[in-house]
DNA sequence: CGTGGGATG
DNA sequence: CATCACACG
């Protein structure tokens, strides 16, 4: 979509406030206007004869209630949690460790912490639920990125990083090994607006593919994070105007797919592969997350043969404190 | 007070958690700490058998009636206001203009806007008790210092600056000329933390001072505005810890009694010459103004031959909505 | 402690 | 529309 075109729908639809300030600002509106719904809902009545746009009640996705056994029937014994938090401090204050003492998994994965480890809330890092805690932070930028693993049990070794030294200054991996899997929590490069990075980003599939494939040859794994890709047309509310933006272009997509190639599967889309609206993350723009108007970036991602052990990938759409949701895994290790 | 001093009064006093989020920062707290009185109000029960020193109870200072004639009884028939409101926007999100509109004098002088021109809110741009209005920003940092007037009756001319390329590159000085007397609203340069500025200041001052000389040729001149120096121990809380200090080293007291010996008069002090206590300015940490720790930074002060017009210099010390508070003048013009 | 911008998402 | 770091006060 250009600029014009832009231009033309903000006029007919009466722009919401936060729209209005970013056209204000001139560009990189095209970026985010794909994910906007138009909202008429501060707009005037609707003038008579003229075909108004209807405000549309939002489709939600409800998520199902959790399976806890496999097909074949074994219990689940282990759950995992994973949440882009866009800044723990603030998610902290806006509860969500709450959230977390309600759902209570065995392990928590974090992404996008934005707080280096000495800057770190009491709050979090006295937690008695999880004894074994793991931070990953950016070395250069404070502020940026950074993942952690929190865990009930010590897990037999933590390692940070995937090895290579231009992807492991930003605090985005983290892998612990456990008796029967290794579980990989990782904050994958965003492409950035006007895909300034998207070369970057190709490279990191690349070399993150390879980590995990390595990895997997000694254990099965579970992947779980912030990919920042939504694999396929289902995966967000609007893929057409999407194309070029960040986490929806075909690089993006094709690395994603490769990876699946590579011997591993999407667990959620395995368990519900015709779910539509089953969305991770909604921008905070345009009131997107009320309008449902969404992305699947988070995923729980398992070697092929950990299938037969899945009992449900859930997506915690209710839970709040973020731009993202919490995900939550539950399967048999 | 050298930080190793500082390390123990933290430590004596049950530190808040602002002060602890300073330290942590390592520098600067040098400056700050001479006006923080130590609090112990989040302090847990004193200890039996160690001498603590009370919270003692806050001496506040309570500004009289307004006095609206001259001391030959003759009505005032000007009322201006100045305020320095860090930040317009915010001043405006706290409810700023009710008090202007409660006050609502004839002309309204504004520092420390920090608001470009373009960005300024419609509530105040479109105001319509003072339909005259002039603003000055900083040309090259954008939400740095800037300045305002607001004016019931159009003045006969309005200039921007002091006439030195120099100087009026940051938006700090508004003059408007009366058919009896020039009106200059200011923000003074702060010579800033550590003194890094202090020698721009003491050229400022002069060059400032020559300014408002050669229009006091004229006609006879109001300056307002926040000053940036406290000029007697009277003037501030805490004189002693502040000698080193942005607006109170020698240097600026002593540029501000230069200006006055050029023929001007701070008109509170001329009023209420013993007056202690009387504060226009506190810092927000520590509970500052909670406690009075302030400091006298704004002034209305006059060519001496209106002494004579001055009716009364009032310090709206219960105004919130910035770390200063308005003050307002009642003169015959 | 609180305001602004700017980078990033 | 949010997060955070930074500059400035």
């Not at 806890?68 to 282990?78: F, H, I, V, Y």
């Not at 603030?90 to 800057?119: F, H, M, N, Y």
């Not at 006295?126 to 932070?137: C, I, L, Q």
């Not at 889309?269 to 992305?295: C, D, H, I």
Request: charged share 30%; net charge positive.
């Amino acid at each position: 979509m250009n600029t014009w075109s832009l231009r033309l729908l903000l006029v007919r639809s009466s722009i919401t406030r936060g729209l209005a300030n970013m056209a204000k600002r001139g560009k990189k509106k095209e970026e985010e206007a794909a994910d906007g719904q138009k909202d008429s809902s501060a707009a005037p009545p609707a003038k008579k004869g003229k075909k108004e746009k209807e405000p549309e009640a939002p489709i939600l996705y409800e998520d199902p209630p959790d399976k806890l056994s496999t097909k074949d029937g074994r219990p689940a014994n282990m759950k995992i949690t994973s949440w882009n938090l866009d800044g723990l401090r603030a998610w902290i204050k806006k509860k969500g460790l709450d959230w977390v003492r309600e759902e209570l998994p065995d392990i928590l994965c974090l992404q996008e912490t934005k707080c280096a480890e000495k800057s770190l809330p009491q709050e979090i890092t006295s937690m008695p639920e999880f004894p074994h805690k793991y931070w990953a932070g950016s070395e250069g930028k404070e502020g940026y990125s950074g993942v952690a693993m929190l865990c009930k049990t010590k897990p037999l070794n933590v390692t940070y990083g995937i090895g290579k030294e231009e992807h492991d200054k930003e605090g985005r991996v983290i892998t612990a090994e456990f008796p029967t899997f290794f579980l990989v929590t990782a904050y994958v490069p965003n492409a950035g607006r006007g895909l300034v990075r998207l070369d970057y980003r190709k490279t990191w599939d690349v070399d993150f593919r390879g980590y995990l494939s390595e990895l997997d040859q000694k254990k099965p794994l579970v992947l779980c994070g912030d990919l920042n890709v939504a694999h396929q047309e289902i995966d967000l509310k609007n893929p057409k105007g999407n194309r070029k933006n960040a986490g929806f272009t075909a690089e993006e997509r094709e690395g994603f797919t490769q990876l699946l190639s590579a011997g591993f599967v999407d667990s959620f889309r395995e368990l519900y592969p015709e779910q539509e609206n089953a969305y991770t993350f909604w921008t905070y723009m345009m009131n997107s997350r009320a309008k449902n108007v969404g992305w699947r970036l988070d995923y729980f991602v398992l070697s092929r043969r950990l299938l037969p052990s899945l009992c449900d990938s859930k997506i915690r759409n209710t839970a709040m404190g973020s731009d993202h949701c919490p995900i939550t895994l539950h399967i048999v290790v």
